[in-house]
């Protein structure tokens, strides 16, 4: 891939549920242009979420930690 994930799998499962609700109740309650700009921009996480990068987080110099690797590999 061209770009390295730096949204940890709990905040990928929340940013998913979260946009999606935020996109049905910004589409339910607010009418006109504003509903659909709140709306999109929920779209906006969700997508950020189901790919495990957050340009903002990137701007900010967030990354995730790699995992230790294991001492015990198989013994051969």
């Known amino acids: 891939m061209f770009y390295m994930k730096n949204v940890p799998t ?3 499962i929340v940013r ?3 946009g ?3 996109a049905v109740l910004s ?3 607010w009418t006109g242009p504003v509903g659909i700009i ?3 921009s929920a779209l906006g996480i969700v997508v950020s979420g189901l790919v ?3 340009p903002a987080c ?3 110099g967030r990354r995730l930690q790699k995992a ?3 001492a015990a590999q198989v013994k051969g």
Do not use: D, H, S
């Open 27 to 29: 589409i339910a309650f």
């Open 68 to 70: 230790p690797a294991r």
């Open 52 to 54: 495990g990068f957050c």
């Open 10 to 12: 709990w905040e990928r």
């Open 20 to 22: 999606l609700a935020v």
């Open 58 to 60: 990137a701007l900010v």
């Open 38 to 40: 709140v709306g999109m």
């Open 16 to 18: 998913v549920i979260a």
